[in-house]
């Protein structure tokens, strides 16, 4: 058991040191017992701390990418300095959703790993707005992803925690989410506010930022804060990875849902 730990935790550490390279989650978590050498074995305070750190670099990242924008559309300071004051206080209803939840002493890595949402998204409202204002060229898909969609998922999100019978502060945590999509719906507002200011050109981008936002909020919520954290080979195989099809995004009916599949028939996964 102690072989198990110590390989999913170097294996986490790793994927996630990566991901702060590429913006992107990149570790697979086994649930096979692997054989390391003793002095290479890292405590678990050790290893939230590196999650923290690297929380905190792929945060930082991002707001310079953000200040770099503002220099080269300076035109925009203003709504877009407003816009991140609607993201910090949707990032601050995402940290009272990250406070539920029994996770024992890896409970930092999940806290991480939830705020951690939060700064994708907002990579996700900037990244090709950014690349298209330093004149490079931006390419998007042209699947629709809309308010309704985001609306039904929190529903199926909240639902899913009322029927949770190891969730000891269910009201709580709904109660958080409720919060956390009404400082989201306030965000995509006020960027619906600007997009209407901005030139054509850059009008168009920036939709496809805002679409590209809706896709990725999106699978966050079917995924329903699973798959985040230290997790189990069997939960990573019945979440939607990052990058699945829009199609297998769309179709997917939410963890709860899958889960309780698998666990009817624990062959059975989803993208198998």
């Keep these: 058991m102690k072989k198990l730990i110590l390989f999913v935790a170097l294996l986490l550490c790793f994927g996630w040191l990566m991901s702060c390279q590429t913006n992107k989650k990149a570790a697979l978590i086994s ?36 200040q770099e924008l503002v220099g080269i559309r300076p035109q925009y300071k203003d709504d877009l300095n407003k816009e991140r004051t ?32 939060g700064v994708q998204l907002r ?45 000891e502060q269910k009201t709580e945590l709904q109660e958080a989410l409720r919060k956390e999509q009404q400082c989201w719906n306030e965000w ?5 506010t600007i997009s209407k200011k901005l030139s054509e050109e850059d009008k168009v981008v920036y939709d496809v930022c805002t ?7 999106l699978l966050q919520l ?7 954290g230290m997790i189990s080979g069997e939960i990573l195989k019945c979440i939607l990875p990052e990058d699945c099809s829009d199609k297998a995004l769309l179709d997917y009916s939410g963890f709860d849902k899958v889960w309780a599949k698998h666990c009817e028939n624990t062959d059975w996964y989803p993208f198998e």
């Design 211 to 217: 679409n590209m936002a809706f896709r990725t909020k």
């Design 188 to 192: 995509m507002k006020y960027r619906e």
């Design 123 to 167: 990579e996700k409202t900037l990244h090709d707005f950014y690349i298209h204002a330093k004149g490079e060229t931006v390419f998007w898909n042209d699947t629709k992803f809309t308010p309704a969609m985001i609306s039904d998922a929190y529903s199926a999100f909240i639902n899913a925690v009322g029927k949770d019978e190891y969730m």
């Design 86 to 117: 609607y993201w910090d206080k949707y990032q601050n209803a995402v940290r009272e959703v990250a406070g539920y939840g029994d996770h024992g002493s890896s409970t930092p890595m999940y806290v991480a790993d939830v705020m951690d949402q």
């Design 222 to 228: 079917k995924n329903q804060n699973q798959g985040l």
């Design 31 to 66: 649930s096979q017992d692997t054989i390391v050498d003793e002095g290479d074995f890292q405590t678990q305070a050790e290893i939230n701390e590196e999650f923290g750190n690297a929380s905190i670099e792929y945060r930082d990242s991002i707001e310079g990418v953000f």
